[in-house]
């Protein structure tokens, strides 16, 4: 099956700087890939998704790039505020089962 | 519109007793999804379900752990005999169709703890 990992568990950055989570996957047949912020507390709640006919998708400071060939894909937040602060959580799908999620990364912005 | 809800939001109970965690999807949303999140761990899948067909029980744990959906509403997940190691907060989640690109919303978690 597939197998998702996800590096840094853990990342601090100050208020304003770029903040970048990178994930591979294991499947060669996963073509969808959803990232999803879990504030604490709360339910997590997808903020981008990219599918595999693209290389990069850009969402105001939110951008998710996808390498196929090396079956990695990393998500990319620049301009870093306070409220970005949540653990992040990427995801692999293959069309065939639920969803495999990576182990988190908690990232915390300094003011 | 409503999104998905869980019940009860949190659950204390003594090992080996069973309980039954409650998930009401969004309405007309096929796919169903449950999941386990250990204190500052991962998602971890359990049980899926798509329409009629047979639900995926490949993330189950053990024989302890099952779920039922009637339909396309509401499911049930059932732990018998619980352990203290069945302690955390159980997500469910709905997308309108299943592995196929499409968002998983997700609901606010049953946080069981076993004592």
């Known amino acids: 099956g597939e197998n998702v990992e996800q590096h840094p568990s853990t990342l601090s950055v100050q208020e304003g700087d770029s903040a970048v989570i990178k994930c591979t996957y294991s499947d060669s047949a996963s073509n969808y890939f959803p990232w999803y912020k879990q504030e604490l507390g709360k339910r997590p709640q997808l903020i981008i998704d990219?599918?595999?006919?693209?290389g990069e998708k850009k969402d105001q400071r939110i951008a998710v790039t996808l390498n196929k060939t090396a079956k990695h894909f990393s998500l990319h937040i620049t301009e870093t505020q306070p409220e970005d602060s949540a653990v992040y959580f990427c995801?692999?799908?293959?069309?065939?089962?639920?969803?495999?999620f990576g182990s988190g990364t908690r990232l915390q912005v300094q003011p | 519109g409503a999104g998905v809800s869980q019940s009860p939001s949190n659950k204390v109970t003594e090992k080996g007793k069973d309980v039954e965690l409650r998930c009401d999807p969004i309405s007309g949303h096929t796919a169903l999804y449950w999941y386990r999140q250990r204190l500052g761990q991962g998602l971890e899948f359990l049980i899926y379900f798509q329409g009629n067909s047979a639900p995926d029980k490949s993330g189950l744990p053990s024989d302890r752990f099952s779920a039922e959906r009637t339909g396309e509403s509401v499911s049930t997940l059932t732990i018998q005999r619980t352990q203290q190691e069945d302690s955390a907060v159980y997500l469910c989640?709905?997308?309108?169709?299943?592995?196929?690109?499409?968002?998983?919303?997700f609901g606010p978690g049953t946080r069981l703890t076993v004592l």
């Open positions: 995801a692999a799908d293959t069309g065939r089962r639920a969803l495999t």
């Open positions: 989640a709905s997308s309108s169709i299943a592995g196929s690109f499409s968002e998983q919303f």
């Open positions: 990219i599918r595999s006919n693209v």
